[in-house]
């Protein structure tokens, strides 16, 4: 078989390798009111702006070319300091809380987030909505109501958790507030102290504990235990530390743990943990997910991104332009497929952002990765990312003849350089020609050097 039209093809070809070649860059912080490079706490996606909470310096907005800073200056948000979370709900709301009084903030920008005159601001405080005031983690459910996870490190409070069910968005005065306590015989919760929260696909509440480890809060009524079930793992059940500090539910139904000393990836299918442990880092403090459905993880020693089977794809450290290799936190641009990392310089504990165009965007090309792959020199098989489960995958030489059919698998597909007869191919141009489940092609080119 050959492949037509191959002159044209190859010259469409003539592109730079795309994603996986690009290296981190630097974004510089704006000055907040602290007249200091700001401290960044969390960080949070609204299609192309990236938001962050701050340690004393607001709530900061990026879209790429400019920065707007909430701050109380703008008579919005009531406290610049100690902003523990920042949260975009399925409104396009932001939710930003506070560890003290003044709880939790929500900013509805109109859409418009460089223009403050459209802004609305709505505010729960300690003792008139919210009854604890270190919320430090939120979650949305199915139904769109709020979750809030409590911190208290210390064990000096009994409720873990608060639900906001709202009823009119331009009022508060018909919100109802749910609190649970960990010391509800009923429901059975396992700790205090929680510092995550997410909703898995099937509606289930993720319940992570900084030490204790995870709970699975299947709930059925929001007033009664009767129909519900918590089930709790930690490190005597299979996973790689009771200390958790991040939890993803991704869009495949499967939920990521990042801990110390690894991952830990939960299959709901079969109820089955996988652990992910030699990743050469010893903690795992962020994950996100990209369009594509690759988990990227944020470690004390750089940067992993993960195929959703959940094979590592790559590790970025310095050597790939991250300013520091403690990273504390990662958010993805679904839109484009931009990362954003915020890591940390020990000697000073100073934050400071990076970014990396990875080029897995909804509409991502197909590329091949080592490309170039040099004999001796490039230890792995040649992998060929963005082509989804249940493609076709087809090699062809320079003059179209087909080389290799490539087993059908999910991302990432492997070629062994071999040809169908299993013979080393020698050295050239090889294109990639990969025919999704909905009949579109899409190509990409390796070069092959021996």
């Known amino acids: ?226 129909d519900d079930t918590i089930v709790h793992y930690g490190l005597t059940e299979g996973l790689p530390s009771d200390v958790i500090h991040c939890v993803l539910a991704a869009s495949d139904g499967r939920v990521w743990l990042g801990a110390n000393n690894g991952i830990a990836v939960f299959d709901a299918a079969g109820e089955t943990w996988t652990v992910i442990s030699d990743l050469g880092a010893d903690k795992v403090t962020d994950l996100a997910e990209d369009a594509q459905g690759h988990v990227w993880a944020a470690t004390d020693e750089g940067v992993a991104m993960f195929y959703s089977s959940g094979e590592l794809a790559r590790f970025y450290t310095t050597g790939d332009g991250l300013r520091d290799e403690l990273v504390q936190l990662i958010a993805v641009d679904r839109t484009d497929g931009a990362v954003w990392a915020v890591t940390e310089e020990l000697s000073t504990e100073k934050t400071f952002l990076n970014m990396l165009e990875s080029g897995f965007g909804p509409d991502s090309d197909v590329f091949a990765y080592p490309n170039p792959w040099k004999e001796g020199e490039s230890t792995e098989s040649i992998k060929i990312q963005g082509a989804p489960e249940g493609s076709t995958v087809e090699v062809f030489d320079i003059t179209g003849q087909s080389v290799r059919k490539l087993p059908a698998t999910r991302e990432p597909y492997i070629w062994d350089s071999l040809d169908s007869d299993l013979n080393e191919v020698p050295s050239g141009v090889y294109v990639i020609r990969v025919k999704m489940p909905t009949g579109e092609l899409a190509f990409t080119k390796v070069a092959i050097i021996r």
């Not at 981190?24 to 401290?39: I, M, R, T």
């Not at 003290?100 to 405080?125: A, H, I, M, P």
Request: aromatic share 12%; net charge negative; charged share 25%.
């Open 1 to 226: 078989m050959r492949l037509p039209l191959l002159l044209g093809l190859v010259a469409a070809l003539t592109l730079p390798f795309a994603a996986g070649a690009q290296e981190w860059q630097e974004v510089p912080l704006p000055d907040g009111p602290s007249a200091g490079n700001p401290k960044v706490t969390d960080i949070a996606m609204d299609g192309g702006v990236v938001w962050f909470s701050t340690e004393g310096d607001g709530l900061l907005a990026y879209d790429g070319s400019t920065w707007i800073l909430h701050t109380t200056a703008d008579g919005g948000l009531r406290s610049n300091s100690w902003r523990n979370t920042v949260m975009v709900d399925s409104d396009g709301d932001k939710w930003t809380s506070k560890d003290g009084t003044q709880t939790v903030d929500r900013l509805n920008d109109g859409g418009t987030f460089t223009d403050k005159s459209d802004d609305t601001w709505t505010y729960y405080s300690q003792g008139s909505e919210l009854v604890s005031a270190r919320v430090f983690s939120m979650a949305q459910d199915e139904n769109g109501n709020m979750w809030f996870g409590i911190r208290d490190e210390n064990a000096n409070q009994d409720n873990i958790l608060e639900l906001l069910i709202e009823g009119d968005p331009s009022t508060t005065t018909d919100d109802e507030w749910l609190t649970y306590d960990v010391d509800d015989e009923l429901a059975g919760f396992f700790a205090r102290d929680v510092r995550e929260l997410a909703i898995d696909n099937l509606g289930r509440l993720w319940i992570v504990y900084y030490l204790h480890g995870v709970d699975i809060w299947d709930f059925g009524d929001y007033y009664t235990y009767e």
